[in-house]
């Protein structure tokens, strides 16, 4: 049997699946995007395993760069500049990158040296860039396309309760 930490689930789809349930009852009725963005990092550290960071970077349009949002794990970078190490090519392609190993990403940003892999989710809400949820895991390879899937589903959830 699947499982990521208590949640009981045959395989990533079924654990995605109940992750964004749970995301759903957690912010039904709460538009506040601090708030929800804080239990949405807090609920992916609390079930999913082999990270040692969560979190999101929003986009600020002036200054043409992510800057540090609500996350869990060891103090982080604040600004990202578009096009710059993971995050930032997120950003740029608008597309959710998946990677093995972040020391072979050319330009990769490394705020802890413990992370080895990573995926960023770019959050876009009626085609305007809101900005990433970004994890981090001290194992080479612990993301996967079905990761990608599961995870763009959370925020799509997330997008759906939450005033931007």
Request: hydrophobic share 40%.
């Amino acid at each position: 049997m699947f499982t990521e930490s208590s949640i009981e689930a045959n395989n990533k789809q079924q654990f995605y699946n109940q992750l964004a349930t749970q995301l759903h009852y957690l912010i039904t009725g709460e538009a506040n995007a601090i708030a929800n963005l804080s239990n949405a990092s807090s609920l992916l550290n609390v079930y999913l395993q082999d990270i040692n960071w969560v979190g999101f970077y929003l986009w600020s349009e002036a200054d043409n760069e992510l800057i540090l949002g609500p996350f869990q794990g060891k103090p982080a970078c604040i600004r990202i500049p578009a096009g710059k190490g993971v995050c930032g090519s997120a950003v740029a392609s608008r597309r959710t990158m998946v990677v093995e190993d972040v020391h072979a990403f050319p330009g990769h940003i490394a705020c802890d040296p413990a992370s080895r892999s990573e995926i960023v989710v770019p959050i876009v809400v009626q085609d305007k860039l809101i900005g990433v949820l970004d994890i981090d895991s001290p194992r080479v390879g612990r993301f996967d396309e079905e990761d990608a899937a599961g995870l763009e589903q959370v925020m799509e959830v997330l997008c759906k309760h939450t005033q931007f």
